[in-house]
């Protein structure tokens, strides 16, 4: 992969290295069934989802949660994804593609907004903790944006240059948060998004997590 010892991919979690769509729309599911609402096809979550998430609530309900409606819907979001995120797996290649970057000398790590002491050992569980410089997961209430998160985790990494760091991640707030930090970023049609929907932030979409990391690769050449 090239001899750019200093480039640098932070990855995000949910939906990039960790598959686990289905688990999202069943808990997205189990949530929106506590007040009534209509359940989603994976395509039309793709068309709507945003961050912060209670907008996308907004989107679905023609107006924003009250405060106990989004604290139930969360809560209840993340007791069924715990349930169900047991049959999830990492996605395709992930393996050799960490082990790949790794090998050729250069740097990754894990930015995510689920909370952190549950992303520590689920990232630890797979083998692949050796492979990050850092594993950071949320602390704080849950679902904001990534922008400040990806200052700070960049921050607290030494010696890896912004300029030259990819952000890969499968929602438009992965590339929103990237520019904020002044890294690049690749997002992945595999997770949250339409193509659509990633294609109008303006940087490169890609539909494998193997063409992200090629495509990292050119990024911070």
Request: negative net charge; proline residues 3%; hydrophobic residues 40%.
């Amino acid at each position: 992969m090239g001899t750019h010892r200093d480039a640098h991919i932070v990855w995000d979690w949910n939906g990039t290295l960790f598959h686990d769509v289905d688990a999202v729309i069943g808990a997205t599911n189990a949530a929106f069934a506590e007040l009534g609402l209509q359940s989603l096809t994976l395509e039309r979550y793709r068309e709507l989802y945003c961050v912060p998430v209670p907008k996308f609530y907004e989107r679905l309900m023609g107006r924003l949660p009250t405060e106990a409606e989004w604290e139930l819907m969360d809560a209840t979001f993340h007791r069924y994804y715990t349930e169900h995120r047991v049959r999830c797996a990492l996605a395709k290649g992930v393996a050799e593609l960490l082990t790949g970057w790794s090998s050729a000398g250069r740097s990754q790590s894990i930015l995510s907004m689920y909370g952190h002491e549950d992303l520590v050992p689920l990232v630890r569980g797979f083998g692949i903790e050796s492979h990050f410089l850092r594993v950071d997961g949320r602390t704080g209430p849950s679902g904001g944006g990534k922008s400040e998160h990806m200052v700070r985790h960049l921050g607290a990494l030494t010696g890896v240059d912004p300029a030259r760091t990819v952000v890969i991640g499968d929602a438009a707030d992965d590339a929103l948060a990237a520019r904020h930090a002044g890294a690049r970023a690749v997002l992945y049609t595999g997770g949250s998004h339409s193509r659509a929907s990633l294609e109008a932030v303006g940087v490169p979409v890609v539909d494998t997590l193997a063409e992200a990391v090629e495509e990292a690769e050119r990024l911070a050449a």
